[in-house]
């Protein structure tokens, strides 16, 4: 069964730094678009970077666009979530996603995604 189990989230001061990752198992990594989403309390999950099956596209929400980066390692099936000069607003749980259907193109919906992670906690302190 499809399995998304993120890891490297944590405590850290503002204009920190933080890598995420997210180790997939269960289907053929490669032929999915995969997304990275957060949580905060009280808000709804937003969408936060989204990679195409192959890494060679890349799309961001304007809030994180040129602090965070999203890369994938499909020999390893993992995706990354680099985070430089996080803010205090980053505090969330932090889930990466698998898109609903191979080969489709990179998405920043929600409803997009059909397997989840159980989510990694970041906490950036002022």
């Known amino acids: ?18 890598r995420l990752s997210c180790a997939a198992s269960g289907f053929t990594f490669s032929l999915y678009a ?24 890349t799309y961001y929400v304007d809030s994180v666009k040129g602090r965070f980066t999203i ?7 993992t995706v990354y979530l ?3 000069s996080l803010k205090p607003e980053d505090t969330a749980v932090y889930y990466c996603a698998e898109h609903k259907s ?6 920043s919906r929600t ?15 002022s």
């Open 1 to 18: 069964q499809v399995q998304l189990v993120e890891s490297g989230g944590g405590l850290v001061q503002a204009g920190g730094s933080l």
């Open 34 to 57: 995969m997304g990275w989403f957060r949580q905060a309390p009280g808000k709804e999950r937003e969408f936060v970077a989204t990679i195409s099956r192959l890494g060679s596209h």
């Open 71 to 77: 890369s994938r390692d499909n020999t390893k099936n």
């Open 82 to 84: 680099q985070m430089n």
């Open 102 to 107: 191979p080969y489709a193109s990179a998405s």
């Open 111 to 125: 409803g997009d995604y059909v397997y989840w992670g159980q989510g990694t906690q970041v906490t950036v302190s």
